[in-house]
């Protein structure tokens, strides 16, 4: 009887994070309520990029200004009268996106968390759940204040509630559904058309939640919940977005992906609505000519230290292994615009114990080095969002607003990542060739 | 006709297979319909097809959506075959799982 072979110390690490590291991840990540808040994101994802553009447009002269840019007043007066005639469209969308990002989010989140619920109680709707959910949210508003306080960035509909927004509209649905699933709902006689009695259905439900979220939102003086929401939501933000919280994040993306899954994906889908908090503080400082609050954004991570595997696909194309080199030549005009998969998959650097050295040591310390690069203040900021396909030497320079450096330092970092996998990928090579080699000997004996 | 789906994150890297796989289609004279999705719109895909194949970076989702789907054939693309964008691969692995 033949021992079985002894698992070599790759087939024990992939066995380790598949079996132990990834399941309560990905456990993590199908949780109903991030499930719902990964789709929120994901629908929201446009109207941000949008609202961030206009931003940008709307301070490009501030650039070019004589204090606080590059001192070039006559760039930024021909940008000024250009800009000038868009002001109020240019404003109007970032109103109708960034500054209503809490109340679209709830709306969002209550939609799909119903949707949720929707399998497993047909009489709990989707479009209802987003209702309740909005005006919920909408429960804990001051309107007298309300037009008093229309202010752009700090706008109460916007950023500063997006996590009160959150965990509003899953109360206001959770408490929906459970009324409706305990049937504390107005019964109609028989003789009454389904259609009809279905409206009376959410009657009980809909007047629980408003009620309650107005008495807790309004009720109770100058106590004001949602504040309060608000602040103990920004310690959680803060301690979220320093670089050891998203370094840890980082490493299991590439550790995830090592094993062949989409590690950005299921990392995101907890770190989402931190994220999207730093981003659009950052936007709005950006917009109010503040400092920029927070370094060690999601897209400072995207946009310098992560940059694409286009380094990789072009060592593939000079490669003299022919398949390396077809699948450079597949995989290259898709690295530019970040697709990774053929160039994980083909070459692969998935379950590849030579790659694992670069893809996931290597990376960490090139995220230690921009971390340091990002302390001592000499990488800008990234106070835009740009839609993910957007190649990254052009989204760090949008995203920096418009400074020079952020493309040198993505460039710098993608020329780092050529140089770290050129040493294993030579070594790779070398191997197949010599596979290769054999193989073409054997075929000559077999002649 | 064969109406095949493929799902991936964002729609992208599976859109690229989906062309290969439309020319090996055409080479074979194998009629059928190939659309690549992001996963967001699974719920509302998966219903009309045949046949659904995941990227591998997403085969984390398949029991989960087999669970909800279990009249539907849901697998993972071949590692390989899907980072070498080898469209006839994944169409012939395509056609087997469904004349099985």
């Known amino acids: ?59 490009l002269s501030g650039l070019f200004a004589a204090e606080t840019g590059l001192n070039m007043p006559g760039v930024a007066k021909a940008i ?33 968390l119903g949707d949720h619920y929707n399998k497993k109680d047909s009489n709990v709707t989707a479009i209802a759940s987003s209702v309740v959910a ?41 408490i929906y559904r459970l009324l409706i ?24 439900p809909v007047c629980a939640v408003i009620i309650l979220c107005t008495l807790i939102g309004q009720g109770l003086g100058d106590f004001d919940f949602l504040s309060i929401l608000n602040k103990a939501t920004a310690y959680l933000v803060v301690g979220g977005s320093g670089p050891i919280a998203q370094g840890i994040g980082f490493v299991l993306d590439r550790v995830l992906w090592f094993v062949g899954l989409h590690g950005s994906n299921i990392v995101s889908s907890v770190m989402q609505p931190v994220w999207t908090t730093m981003i659009t503080d950052n936007i709005n400082a950006f917009a109010a000519h503040q400092e920029i609050p927070y370094m060690f954004t999601e897209q400072w ?75 001592i203040g000499i990488t800008p900021p990234v106070v835009a969002m740009t839609v993910w396909t957007m190649p990254t030497p052009l989204a760090s320079f949008i995203g920096s607003g418009f400074n020079i450096i952020a493309p040198i330092i993505t460039l710098m970092n993608i020329a780092i990542i050529f140089f770290m996998f050129l040493p294993f990928f030579k070594v ?13 000997a054997e075929l000559g004996r077999e002649k | 006709m064969k ?18 796989m439309r020319d090996a289609a055409k080479a074979d004279n194998y009629e059928c319909e190939i659309n690549a999705y992001p996963i967001a719109d699974a719920p509302s895909v998966i219903p009309k097809a045949d046949i659904v194949l995941l990227g591998p970076q997403v085969k984390y989702m398949s ?28 169409l012939a692995q395509a056609r087997r799982s469904m004349e099985e």
């Open chain 1, 1 to 59: 009887m033949e021992t079985q072979a002894k698992k070599t110390v790759l087939e024990r690490s992939t066995d380790f994070i598949e079996q132990k590291i990834a399941p309560p991840l990905l456990r993590l990540s199908q949780v109903r309520y991030l499930e719902a808040l990964q789709r929120t994101f994901i629908t929201l994802m446009p109207y941000m990029v949008l609202g961030a553009t206009a931003t940008l447009i709307l301070n």
């Open chain 1, 80 to 112: 000024d009268s250009v800009i000038t005639p868009c002001r109020p469209w240019l404003v109007q969308i970032v109103f109708v996106t960034i500054n209503l990002l809490a109340m679209i989010a709830a709306m969002l989140n209550g939609y799909f």
């Open chain 1, 134 to 174: 909005v005006i919920a949210f909408l429960c804990f508003i001051d309107f007298s204040q309300l037009s008093a306080n229309f202010d752009w960035p700090a706008y109460i509909l916007g950023s500063p509630s997006l996590f009160g927004g959150l965990l509003i509209s899953i109360f206001a649905v959770e």
């Open chain 1, 181 to 204: 699933g305990r049937k504390i709902t107005i019964k109609m006689p028989e003789a009454v058309p389904p259609m009809i009695a279905s409206a009376f259905t959410s009657m009980i």
């Open chain 1, 301 to 375: 991570i995207n946009f310098y230290v992560r940059c694409s595997v286009f380094p990789i696909a072009l060592l593939c194309t000079m490669s003299k292994v022919k398949r390396f080199k077809v699948l450079g030549k597949l995989s290259l005009p898709g690295t530019i615009f970040n697709i990774a998969e053929p160039v994980m998959y083909g070459l692969p650097i998935v379950l590849n114990p030579l790659m694992f050295v670069p893809w996931v040591l290597g990376f960490a310390g090139l995220y230690v080095f921009n971390v340091i690069l990002g302390v």
């Open chain 1, 428 to 440: 790779m090579e070398k191997q197949v060739l010599k596979e290769e080699e054999q193989y073409e």
């Open chain 2, 3 to 20: 109406k095949i789906v493929l799902i991936c994150v964002a729609g992208m890297s599976t859109s690229l297979l989906v062309s290969h």
């Open chain 2, 63 to 90: 029991n989960k959506l087999k669970n909800e789907y279990p009249e539907k054939i849901i697998e993972a693309i071949d590692m390989r075959v899907y980072g070498m964008i080898d469209g006839k691969g994944a």
